[in-house]
């Protein structure tokens, strides 16, 4: 036996004594790993365009929905029918309210027919923003007698609101002439009064403008307490049975004839103007330079 294997026997017991004195942790089980999913292909990518078709979608839904509530709570809207014989019935309820002695200042069936015409037509046509009504005058037909485009203006004598003067379109013969039929009750026809009334006085002193101004199914009594309510002083015709407005196919209130001092019709509008420079402006038109 040699040395070494001498030494080497209680050396050996020593290092096992000691390393089993030493203390281990346990071992942590090791966690299974996911698999990996495989990626997207491009082409399966969302695209920008699609959040967009997707946003517009619920906006048009949107949309929709709400029209659909709004018509539901909106009440049916009055059938022209009935509303033209509303308009009929208030208008004969009013004259006959307001007429004198023998029938005077009642409108006669022609004008109550003509004006509810007028109305159920805008009605048709989707109110003031419908198509324009020209009364008629753009047919190509010429009516003796009856106003028309490019043609004579319908002459005419009428009494005025005070007694023993007379109105006529032979009055102004060789000027201008700015032929307005309004009514007392017409609102949109006060509107523009006082637009007549400054392009009457801005036209006096050169006399190549006349504002004549034709109140209709009325008497003179009611005509006269309106202009001086207003201060009107340019020349007004009665017009009590509505011949005068039959001839100028008037079917609106208030309604405009430009006539040229050669004496022709050169046109008409329907409606009031909704300031002076929009009456200055269609006058120069007509005025001779």
Request: charged content about 15%; proline content about 9%.
């Amino acid at each position: 036996m040699s040395v070494d294997d001498g030494l080497a026997g209680p050396m050996e017991d020593r290092d096992a004594d000691a390393v089993a004195a030493v203390p281990f942790a346990p071992v942590a089980p090791v966690a299974p790993v996911a698999p990996v999913a495989p990626a997207k292909p491009a082409s399966a990518q969302p695209r920008p365009w699609m959040y967009a078709v997707t946003a517009a979608a619920m906006l048009v839904a949107g949309f929709a929905a709400g029209q659909g509530f709004a018509r539901w709570r909106t009440p049916p809207p009055t059938p022209p029918a009935e509303s033209e014989a509303a308009l009929k019935a208030m208008l004969e309820k009013m004259v006959a309210g307001t007429s004198g002695k023998g029938g005077e200042g009642m409108v006669s069936p022609i004008r109550l027919t003509a004006i509810a015409a007028s109305t159920a037509a805008s009605n048709a046509g989707g109110g003031a923003g419908g198509g324009a009504d020209d009364g008629g005058l753009s047919v190509g037909l010429v009516e003796p007698g009856v106003a028309s485009l490019g043609e004579v203006a319908p002459p005419f004598s009428l009494d005025g609101p005070l007694s023993g003067t007379t109105v006529s379109l032979a009055d102004h013969h060789g000027k201008a002439v700015l032929l307005n039929f309004w009514a007392t009750w017409c609102a949109p026809c006060r509107h523009e009064m006082p637009f007549l009334q400054a392009v009457h006085d801005a036209h006096a002193a050169a006399a190549d403008l006349a504002v004549v101004a034709i109140d209709v199914d009325e008497t003179p009594e009611q005509a006269a307490a309106y202009l001086d309510e207003l201060g009107l002083s340019f020349p007004v015709g009665i017009d009590r049975d509505g011949r005068v407005a039959d001839q100028y196919r008037i079917g609106t209130y208030p309604t405009t004839y430009l006539i040229g001092p050669d004496g022709r019709v050169r046109s008409m509008k329907q409606g009031a103007y909704t300031n002076q420079y929009e009456v200055e402006q269609a006058a120069s038109l007509i005025v001779r330079p």
